[in-house]
C-alpha cells in the first residue's frame, strides 16, 4: 500500500515539476506564486503520507508506531502522567511500553515523561506571568517542594532562578 502511496508522490512530483518548467516565460512574481501553490500542494501530499503511514504503524503495532503515539500523548499531556496511564491509554501493559521506549530511545518512559515535563516548565516560566506554585499545579505536581526539586535535578536551577533569567 505505501509503495502505491509513493509511487503516487513520484508522480505528483513530476507533474508538479513539469508545470513549473512549462510556465518558465512567466513574470517572476507571478511565477514565485505559482512555484509556492506547487509547493503547498507537494507539502500536503506528504504530510498525508506521514499521516498514512503513521497511522499503519500504529494499527500494525510496530514498535515505531507506538512510540510515536507515546510521544504524542506526552506532549498533549503537558505535565506529570504515571507510565501505567499512559499504557492503559495505548492498551499496552506498562512493561511493554517501556521496553519499546528502552529499545527505541535508550530511555525509559518516565525519562521521556520527565524530558517534556521540564520542556514545559521552562516554557511557562519563561513565557509566561505564571508563578512557580502555578506552574507547580499546571504540571500535575501534587507538592510544591517536589516540583522545586525535579525542576532542580533536571536542569540545575531552581524554577525562581530559572525564572530570573526571563528579566536578565
Do not use: W
Amino acid at each position: 500500500m505505501l509503495a502505491m502511496n509513493y509511487r503516487g508522490l513520484t508522480d505528483v512530483i513530476s507533474g508538479l515539476m513539469a508545470a513549473v518548467e512549462r510556465k518558465q516565460h512567466i513574470q517572476d512574481n507571478e511565477q514565485s506564486l505559482m512555484l509556492q501553490a506547487c509547493l503547498q500542494q507537494l507539502f500536503l501530499v506528504i504530510r498525508r503520507l506521514i499521516e498514512t503511514s503513521d497511522e499503519h504503524d500504529a494499527e500494525s503495532g510496530s514498535a515505531a508506531g507506538h512510540l510515536r503515539k507515546l510521544k504524542q500523548i506526552i506532549q498533549r499531556k503537558a505535565g506529570l502522567v504515571t507510565v501505567e496511564e499512559l499504557a492503559v491509554q495505548m492498551n499496552l501493559s506498562a512493561a511493554h511500553l517501556n521496553r519499546i521506549s528502552r529499545q527505541l530511545t535508550g530511555l525509559s518512559v518516565s525519562d521521556l515523561i520527565a524530558d517534556q515535563v521540564v520542556i514545559e516548565a521552562k516554557k511557562l516560566l519563561l513565557y509566561t506571568n505564571l508563578t512557580v506554585a502555578e506552574i507547580d499545579y499546571k504540571l500535575n505536581f501534587d507538592y510544591p517542594n517536589y516540583f522545586a526539586r525535579f525542576f532542580r535535578l533536571h536542569t540545575g536551577a531552581s524554577p525562581k532562578a530559572f525564572h530570573s533569567r526571563k528579566t536578565t
